[in-house]
């Protein structure tokens, strides 16, 4: 199974980026919101404070749970997923190099060591062309 993940034509349409940021906004109101209930104001002494009824059950209450959930989410699955699409885009780029090095002329063109400038060329537009499309990210 090939995965083409430089596919910009197919998938980076103006539709998809709208609905991909407004799931995005929607995801991060959503685990937002949850701390609206488990944390609570006292206007006595001006502090905020976990609910009690949140913390009911110890390891097994509320925002424990939600702690141990939305952590793990941040902190391992977020960034498991951007290395997993980075190894993806460095296979791509590998695979665009291969596949510019079967296809480059022989004839008229400058070598350079082992590498014709046509391969050197097509490998600095593949990096400037990753450079460019994740700088956002």
């Known amino acids: 199974m090939c995965i083409r993940v430089l596919q910009k034509?197919?998938?980076?349409?103006?539709?998809?980026?709208?609905k991909v940021c407004l799931c995005m906004v929607g995801g991060c109101l959503l685990v937002g919101a949850m701390q609206l209930y488990l944390w609570t104001y006292d206007s006595g002494s001006e502090?905020?404070?976990?609910?009690?009824?949140?913390?009911a059950g110890e390891s097994a209450s509320l925002f424990a749970?939600?702690?141990w959930i939305t952590e793990m989410l941040i902190f391992l699955v977020v960034p498991l997923i951007i290395l997993i699409v980075n190894i993806l885009v460095m296979r791509e780029v590998r695979w665009c190099i291969g596949l510019s090095?079967?296809?480059?002329?022989?004839?008229?063109?400058?070598?350079?060591?082992?590498?014709?400038?046509?391969?050197?060329?097509?490998?600095?537009?593949?990096?400037?062309?990753v450079c460019v499309r994740f700088r956002t990210v």
């Open 9 to 18: 034509v197919r998938y980076c349409t103006t539709s998809r980026a709208l």
């Open 47 to 55: 502090q905020c404070a976990v609910r009690e009824s949140a913390t």
């Open 65 to 67: 749970v939600w702690s």
């Open 101 to 129: 090095a079967r296809y480059r002329p022989t004839v008229g063109v400058q070598n350079i060591g082992n590498r014709s400038v046509t391969s050197v060329t097509f490998d600095v537009v593949c990096c400037i062309y």
